[in-house]
Nanobody
Framework: QVQLVESGGGLVLPGGSLRLSCVVS????????VAWFRQSAGKEREFLAA????????LYADSVKGRFTVSRDNAKNTVWLEMSSLTPEDTAVYYC???????????????WGQGTQVTVSS
């Protein structure tokens, strides 16, 4: 079992930045990849970025490449998602998830956090 807890969401002005955190616990030795997804009202869950637990290789959705950066600190069991140039279209609940493979499909991830709300508004 792997547990994930997101934090760092909140209200941010358009054009602003935010850093989300995902603390991972449990069987982290089985961990292969941690990914970030988001879901807004009436839309499907959308892949954003992922990082391999060992080695740190990353994968991004084209829609956020250059604006979002995923990183991790294995010693702190934490994965971050740094977001910049935020727009109201980035408003959503943001989730981190872990899985055996670093893929863009949510089906590849077995464990999910509870999500953290990000609202971009003036």
């Amino acid at each position: 079992q792997v547990q994930l807890v997101e934090s760092g969401g909140g209200l941010v002005l358009p054009g602003g930045s935010l850093r989300l955190s995902c603390v991972v616990s449990g069987r982290t030795y089985d961990l292969a990849a941690v990914a970030w997804f988001r879901q807004s009202a009436g839309k499907e869950r959308e892949f954003l970025a992922a990082i391999r637990w060992i080695g740190g290789r990353t994968l991004y959705a084209d829609s956020v490449k250059g604006r979002f950066t995923v990183s991790r600190d294995n010693a702190k069991n934490t994965v971050w998602l740094e977001m910049s140039s935020l727009t109201p279209e980035d408003t959503a609940v943001y989730y981190c998830a872990s899985g055996a493979y670093m893929r863009k499909s949510s089906n590849e991830y077995n464990y999910w956090g509870q999500g953290t709300q990000v609202t971009v508004s003036s």
